[in-house]
């Protein structure tokens, strides 16, 4: 397993508010199962931006999974860049 640190750029011109009750529940299931450790928004930035941390066995999982969140479904996100994401220091490192 490793960790996938995973960029949403969200599409200005787009209701991002709509659709994110619907995308938070997506998000708490993946949770549920352990795939997603963390995630949320970088407050203030225009575009608005979230940062989420997985733990998987690859980024084309991590993508697979992310295929289904309604921001991806509902073309909300203007940039999803999944990265794998080395922890060294604190709560993720091993």
């Known amino acids: 397993m490793a960790f996938f640190a995973v960029n949403y750029t969200y599409d200005p ?4 508010e709509a659709v994110r009750p619907r ?5 708490r299931g993946l949770a549920e ?9 970088f407050p203030g930035l225009e575009p608005q931006r979230s940062l989420l941390i997985f ?18 479904t509902e073309d909300i996100l ?10 060294v220091i604190g709560i993720f490192a091993v």
């Open 33 to 41: 199962r352990g795939v997603l450790r963390a995630s949320g928004p």
């Open 55 to 72: 733990e998987a066995d690859s980024a084309e999982e991590v993508a697979t999974l992310l295929d289904q969140d309604p921001m991806h």
């Open 13 to 16: 011109a787009k209701d991002v």
């Open 23 to 27: 995308h938070r529940e997506f998000l």
């Open 78 to 87: 203007k940039v999803r860049e999944i990265l794998e994401w080395n922890p």
